[in-house]
């Protein structure tokens, strides 16, 4: 049991389905290295629209690129050009642009005078952050060799997206602070920053929880070592 919210086979599918569009990218002059800077480069973008506070086009980036990551390793996987570098690339861009979007957030939520998102955003991002260096802390010791360790635990990245990027659309879509604050009710806590506290919340408690679960596989691993 990986206690994952994506099953093994929900991500052969989704592969599956992302391999006739990387094909076709690469068809294009497009290599996996240059797919991994263009989504780095989408997901700064969706970090600047949120430091704006362009929270539905800040979530609507965030998951298109999150699903544009998908193609560099399609597109190496079946043109056979994968490589350690191409992996460590993608690995590192993947880990720089989720810090990014979060910076976003916390400035753009910073210019409103909330501090709740702020703190929210830095402990989804801590904890996102943890995530990433336990699953690459244990393969580097050899612990659930390949991509095991990716199938481990409630939110792996792509569900951390999924979570991420719903909760901005939701944001942009429900009303902020109004123009005129001085009027009867202008100064309520705007439902906008609700639904990132909520998102964000939620990313925090997952991943916190996801850490738990990969530290207990790592455990038994070694015992049965």
């Not at 969706?46 to 980036?61: P, S, T």
């Not at 939110?155 to 991420?164: C, F, G, N, S, Y």
């Amino acid at each position: 049991m990986t206690g994952s919210l994506v099953s093994a086979g929900t991500r052969r599918r989704v592969r599956d389905l992302a391999t006739p569009i990387a094909t076709a990218l690469g068809r294009l002059g497009l290599t996996p290295n240059a797919l991994t800077l263009i989504g780095f480069l989408g997901t700064c973008l969706a970090g600047w629209a949120a430091a704006n506070q362009a929270w539905l086009a800040a979530g609507i980036l965030v998951i298109g690129f999150g699903v544009f990551d998908l193609f560099d390793g399609a597109l190496a996987r079946a043109t056979g050009t994968a490589s350690r570098l191409g992996a460590f690339l993608d690995s590192t861009f993947d880990r720089a642009g989720e810090v990014i979007v979060y910076l976003g957030i916390v400035w753009g939520t910073l210019d409103l005078g909330l501090q709740l998102p702020v703190v929210l955003a830095a402990s989804a991002l801590g904890a996102a952050t943890l995530v990433s260096y336990v699953r690459a802390k244990s393969e580097g010791l050899g612990f659930t060799p390949g991509s095991g360790m990716a199938s481990i635990g409630l939110a792996p990245r792509e569900v951390r997206i999924a979570i991420l990027g719903l909760g901005l659309v939701i944001a942009g879509l429900l009303p902020g602070f109004p123009t005129d604050t001085d009027g009867a009710g202008g100064a309520a806590y705007p439902l906008s920053a609700v639904a990132l506290n909520l998102s964000l919340g939620l990313i925090t408690i997952l991943a916190t929880i996801t850490v738990i679960q990969r530290v207990v596989h790592v455990r038994a691993q070694s015992r049965e070592g």
